[in-house]
């Protein structure tokens, strides 16, 4: 049986069940690690959502990045800014489609974080809007800060039109057209005071645990390396038979 497998041809073909089986086995082992990332990330957002809201310019303190601060809870006051506003296109609520309403809120000490302020129908569609319009004057706000969905690294140029809609939040593309600092993070609105008005209505918080499952990727890359090493013995198991036969 060795000296039949020591032949040019299956020790090729060996070689080469070597080479897939290993690199189906690590990227199983990747796919693990990938899944106890997933839960130690999870259980990081969990602790936050489940923490009381604290101060915003507490947890801006030091220069922290979105990644940083990303689903904490906190409070923050001031003014909106509806001239800069920004209607986040295509955002379905339940069952109805729609868009979000983006507003920067100017804080005490001259900085913004910009607000999604929610829902509303597809019609409205251009800012600002009359039928959303927030409360005049300080607004206390409460929600939950996330990392923007896109990052522009080039400002705009400067002859380029005001853009009004963003398919994602891009605060890099918000930040070069507005006159003050934006917090590098964005607040979903989850309570106001004064309240709002019958619109926007406040949108529901995404899932945070919404993953590629990665427990299950991990298993498929085991069996197929399994597969490779075993389709190779019971090939070779059969050739040998057959060889000792003829």
Not at 10 to 39: C, N, T
Not at 135 to 143: A, E, H, K, Y
Request: aromatic share 8%.
């Amino acid at each position: 049986m060795l000296r039949f497998l020591l032949r040019p041809r299956w020790l090729a073909g060996l070689g080469l069940v070597v080479l897939v089986a290993v690199s189906f086995a690590r990227l199983g082992v990747w796919q693990l690690h990938r899944l106890d990332e997933r839960r130690a990330y999870e259980d990081l957002v969990a602790s936050r959502l489940h923490a009381a809201p604290v101060p915003l310019e507490d947890v801006l303190v030091g220069g922290a990045d979105a990644d940083e601060i990303r689903y904490r809870r906190v409070t923050a006051s001031g003014t909106y800014d509806t001239a800069h506003e920004v209607i986040l296109y295509g955002r379905t609520q339940g069952d109805q489609s729609g868009n979000h309403v983006l507003t920067p809120l100017i804080l005490d000490d001259g900085t913004a974080v910009a607000v999604d302020r929610g829902w509303v129908p597809f019609e409205d569609d251009s800012p600002p809007l009359a039928d959303a319009a927030p409360p005049d004057g300080t607004i206390r706000v409460s929600g939950v800060l996330l990392p923007p969905e896109a990052e522009t690294v080039a400002p705009p140029s400067p002859a380029a039109p005001t853009t009004t809609t963003f398919a994602k939040v891009d605060l890099g593309a918000l930040a070069a057209e507005v006159p003050y600092r934006l917090a590098p993070a964005y607040l979903l609105l989850g309570s106001q005071d004064p309240a709002p008005a019958a619109l926007p209505v406040v949108a529901p918080l995404p899932d945070p645990t919404d993953a590629p499952p990665h427990l299950s990727y991990a298993i498929q890359w085991f069996s197929f390396a399994t597969i490779a090493v075993v389709g190779f013995v019971v090939l070779v198991r059969r050739e040998y038979r057959r060889s000792v036969a003829g």
